[in-house]
């Protein structure tokens, strides 16, 4: 099957099937075969698809049959093997310290061909390949491990000291005989949701829906939207551009859809044409960089791989470990027709414009510099030079053309550009940008200037509306130039910026600053931070060389900082491991609020989430002044107006059912930066648990060639307080004797086994242990980003008691790991209300050797940061979008509840949020909708039966939008991202 029917599997849970005919003999019988191997991987076929499937020939059958399992565990990880280092997990060894002793001894003492040094056996072990640790099979029986017991690392194909081992038989689940005792029948797990699979009829035609669905989307897609967005494209519009609407919302879908088109048409007589067709799909300079970029296989979003400084640590990473890193994208060569585009386009925008937008981009343009030559032929593209001259800071002399083109064009727009001559005759030319201007005007206090000038730029008007209702305080004059100007501008506005405008202005009015106190203890901690890092870099490296320098660093480790040092010390091979984090440097205890030298719990805050192409945060102590109560109101009830207004334009509904639940969902935003997962549940978004006692969360992934890569899969345990409680990782295997269990650390993953990690959870025990919060955590301990790995998933699942290790179909959720990242901070686990916040949250680390212990500040401070802005209702939510969408569409509007009642609201956004805040409904009756075209909104599947109550069909036409899951017919399924689309403007 090609990559078109596994797209079409993984977004709609539809698959075609080709070649029936005559259904054969045995068809109801093979397929019953086939529905009972998806059953284990915990799917089902839909009556139309088991039909078609039954007509199979049975020399097409085997191979489509192959196709589907496979397909289907890929999506869930199931399709590689899965071996933690101890093969009895989760029953790993309890005396955890004696472990590490004896691996510590076996590490410092043995000797190849000398008796074992911990039972004296003559023969002590061969040296593994590729490790060389003299193992004695007596000590460490090879059939508990599935790698070196001493340094985890995998063995060679052809090391003789493992042995085949046959897997354990997993207890299925049975039913508890009538009188038989309790024991004898396994505690039942909650069930899994299925996931059913239906006929598509019609491949093509559903290609080319979802083909437009993503291409109208208002925001940048995932890397994962994005290869699917190509796979579509090549299926159904290789080479063309006419397919696409008059208006595309993201410049970087656009900019990736022309990519893929200008290489299809390469070399053919049709690519005149293309370029000319690419030229009137750009509107400025930077449509340009991200088509070219594209082109040359960069990231349309123009986001460049960050260079950390990776001095800290470095003394002692081993040398034959150097630092891996992301490259920067090398631009290709341009075909001429191409390049003379561009730099036409470039002429058009004007030498200020142009020289603007080149300044946004300073780098991704000094390099498409080199290849568009834009000094050329100054004469035919005066203004793109001019803009490249000022990039530059070229010094031209006056008499030459650039020097003539510098001097007419500063002539023309004296505002932006201002010429510079030099004594030696020459002259230069600098931008004043646009972002300059309107900083000019808010220092000088002319706060309805910079609102003029801003609403040349509405996008850039509405996300500066906080700032701009900041300025103007009090000020009626200033008050009203700001909301002339909204009123200007909302409908040239795209949705997404309008939603996100209102929503941060909830609860501003009740904004608390950050004392003097706490500003000057945020400046303190940041300062002895700093002191700190910098004695810390410049110190000399303290590296073992010798057994005399291993013990002595050992001995001074163990004074110190206890066992925990030793399973450091033999993980880096004797080197001095790096310090944990160190309370700064004049005071052994944080003052209050401080967390990690940077603002935490109790102390008012914001949170930031930097653009970039993983989803970092940053944390600053809270210093805005609250915001008038009439300004938020004005801002909300226009953005509702707005948007309410452009649903109207749309196709109308008899009913909207809308879940109250969706209130904590927020909407996708940032959705570039967003991991490929299975769930698809929004970043942000509070999931209850499902009613289990364990969750186990797994990790796989698989090294490069020869670079080794060692993941570690960690949890962190806080109080309510976020104050630590304890870990679980690769230095502590068990926490709370079986509260937290990990499956042992592997640290290296060649193909084709790789390496798995697995760390259950059990719930209960946690909690009763003074746990309420666990922050699961994936750490490149060895500094090498996730993107250079050849693949990393991570994941949770539900398992079954004495159940199979890694069972696909009780998969929740499965992540991929992506992005120049050290440090994943994928959810939050509230255990005392039994909820999980998805956070798909990158950290920023430095140096070498990442590891909970080290980073244990930062995670605490990043959860609690996650958890109270999420939870703060600064974020707009499904529930939003699909009110607008009913007041606007709908004749009559109704809200469920968790308790199965309902709330009939009229045709007002502010309505249908206090109906969702409130817990119960005055009907109880579920409404009758049969028949009816319904605009319903759910969770799942699951959450729409029970909003959705009818025993007869609603009509044809009626639209569900669903976080996760697919329900069947009849109804037309949505993503958030597309509802979002259907507010665009135009």
């Not at 551009?241 to 893929?260: K, Y």
């Not at 309805?448 to 801003?454: F, K, P, R, T």
């Not at 920023?844 to 958890?867: K, M, N």
């Amino acid at each position: 099957m090609d990559a078109l029917a596994v797209v079409l599997l993984r977004r709609t849970g539809r698959v075609a099937v080709v070649g029936a005919g005559a259904a054969p003999a045995d068809g109801a019988a093979w397929v019953a075969a086939l529905e009972a191997d998806l059953a284990g991987r915990g799917w089902l076929l839909r009556d139309d698809l088991r039909t078609a499937a039954a007509r199979l020939p049975a020399a097409v059958r085997v191979r489509w049959a192959d196709w589907l399992l496979a397909t289907i565990d890929e999506m869930v990880g199931a399709d590689r093997p899965m071996l933690p280092l101890y093969r009895s997990f989760p029953d790993t060894p309890r005396d955890i310290e004696a472990v590490y002793v004896r691996r510590l001894l076996t590490h410092l003492f043995a000797v190849p061909g000398a008796p074992c040094v911990l039972c004296g056996r003559e023969e002590g072990g061969a040296p593994l390949d590729p490790c060389g640790h003299p193992v004695c099979p007596a000590c460490f029986p090879p059939e508990q491990v599935t790698a070196c017991p001493v340094c985890g690392r995998r063995l060679a194909a052809d090391d003789t000291y493992l042995t085949v081992v046959a897997p354990s038989a997993p207890v299925r689940r049975r039913l508890r005989r009538a009188g038989a005792p309790v024991e004898d029948a396994v505690p039942a797990a909650p069930p899994m949701p299925m996931r059913l699979a239906g006929l598509e009829a019609d491949p093509v035609g559903a290609a080319v829906r979802l083909r437009d669905e993503l291409v109208a989307r208002p925001a940048a897609l995932s890397e994962s939207d994005r290869a699917d967005l190509e796979v579509l494209v090549n299926a159904t519009a290789p080479g063309s551009l006419d397919w696409l609407p008059e208006v595309v919302p993201a410049r970087e879908t656009i900019a990736l859809v022309v990519a893929w088109a200008l290489h299809a048409t390469a070399c053919t007589p049709g690519y005149r044409d293309l370029v000319a067709a690419a030229r009137r799909r750009w509107s400025t300079a930077t449509d340009v960089a991200r088509t070219l970029w594209a082109y040359s296989g960069g990231d349309p979003g123009l986001v460049l791989p960050r260079r950390d400084d990776e001095s800290e640590g470095a003394a002692w990473r081993p040398v034959h470990e150097p630092v891996v890193v992301l490259p920067v994208t090398r631009v290709r060569a341009l075909p001429r027709p191409l390049r003379r585009a561009a730099l036409a386009h470039l002429d058009a925008c004007g030498a200020a414009g142009a020289a603007e937008d080149l300044r946004r981009h300073p780098t991704v343009w000094k390099r498409l510099g080199e290849r568009l030559h834009p000094y050329e032929n100054v004469a035919a593209h005066p203004a793109a030079a001019v803009a490249f001259a000022a990039l530059r800071g070229t010094r031209a002399a006056r008499a030459s053309a650039l020097g003539a083109a510098i001097v007419a064009a500063c002539a023309r727009e004296p505002r932006q550009l201002v010429p510079t001559g030099h004594p030696d005759g020459t002259v230069t030319v600098r931008v004043r940008t646009h972002a300059s201007l309107v900083e000019e005007a808010l220092t000088g206090g002319d706060v309805a200037g910079a609102a003029g000038l801003l609403t040349e730029r509405p996008g850039e008007l509405w996300r500066r509306l906080d700032h701009l209702l900041r300025v103007a305080g009090d000020d009626p004059a200033a008050y009203a130039a700001i909301e002339t100007a909204m009123r200007r501008t909302v409908a040239r506005v795209a949705p997404g910026v309008l939603a996100a405008a209102a929503a941060q202005l909830t609860g501003r009015n009740g904004t608390v600053r950050a004392t003097a106190a706490e500003l000057a203890a945020t400046a303190r901690a940041r300062a002895a931070a700093q002191a700190h890092g910098s004695a810390h870099t410049g110190a000399a490296p303290a590296l073992a060389v010798g057994l005399g320098d291993v013990l002595r660093a050992v001995a001074r480790g163990v004074r110190g900082a206890g066992p925990a040092f030793l399973r450091e010390a033999l993980r880096s091979g004797g080197e001095v491991p790096p310090p944990a984090e160190a309370p700064p440097v004049g005071g052994a205890v944080e003052e209050s609020g401080i967390v990690g030298s940077r603002p935490g719990p109790g102390m008012p805050r914001r949170v930031f989430h930097p653009r970039g192409s993983v989803v970092t945060t940053w944390t600053e102590p809270e210093r805005r002044p609250p915001v008038p109560v009439p300004a938020i109101t004005a801002v909300r009830g226009l953005v509702d107006a707005e948007l309410t207004a452009r649903a109207a334009r749309l196709g109308r509904f008899d009913v909207a059912v809308l879940d109250a639940a969706l209130a904590e969902v927020p909407a996708p935003t940032r959705e570039r930066a967003a991991s490929a997962q299975l769930a698809g549940w929004p970043r942000g978004s509070v999931r209850a648990l499902p009613d289990a006692e364990v969750l186990r969360f797994f990790l796989h992934w698989e090294e490069p060639g020869a670079t080794r890569v060692d993941l570690d899969l960690s949890c962190v345990f806080f109080d309510r307080d976020w104050q630590r409680v304890g870990h679980c990782d690769f230095t502590r295997l068990r926490f709370a004797g079986d509260g937290a269990i990990h499956s042992g650390d592997l640290t290296s993953a060649p193909a084709p086994l790789g390496a798995t990690e697995f760390l259950d959870l059990h719930l209960t025990r946690l909690a009763e242990h003074g746990v309420h919060y666990a922050v699961p955590t994936v750490l490149s301990y060895n500094a090498v980003p996730f993107e250079a790995l050849t693949e990393a998933v991570a994941g949770v699942m539900l398992p079954l008691t004495r159940g199979e290790q890694f069972d696909g179909a009780r998969v929740a959720q499965r992540f991929d790991l992506r992005g120049n990242a050290r440090m994943l901070l994928p959810m939050v686990v509230d255990l005392r209300t039994r909820r999980l916040l998805w956070t798909d949250l990158t950290l920023t680390g430095r140096g070498y050797g990442h590891s909970v212990g080290r980073h244990g500040d930062q995670l605490a401070r990043a959860a609690a940061d996650q958890w109270e802005h999420f939870l703060g209702g600064h974020r707009a939510t499904v529930l939003d979008l699909l009110a607008w969408h009913a007041v606007g569409r709908a004749d009559r509007i109704l809200v469920g509840h968790a308790d199965h009642t309902y709330t009939e609201v009229p045709a007002d956004v502010a309505a249908v949020r206090a109906a969702a805040s409130a817990d119960t409904g005055e009907i109880r009756v579920p409404p009758d909708l049969a028949g009816r075209t319904v605009l319903a909104g759910a969770a799942d599947p699951d959450a729409l039966d029970r909003l959705i109550r009818v025993p007869t069909p609603v009509a044809s036409g009626s639209t569900v939008v669903t976080v996760t899951g697919m329900p069947g017919h009849p109804w037309a399924v949505l993503r958030a991202g597309d509802v979002l689309a259907g507010l665009s403007t135009g």
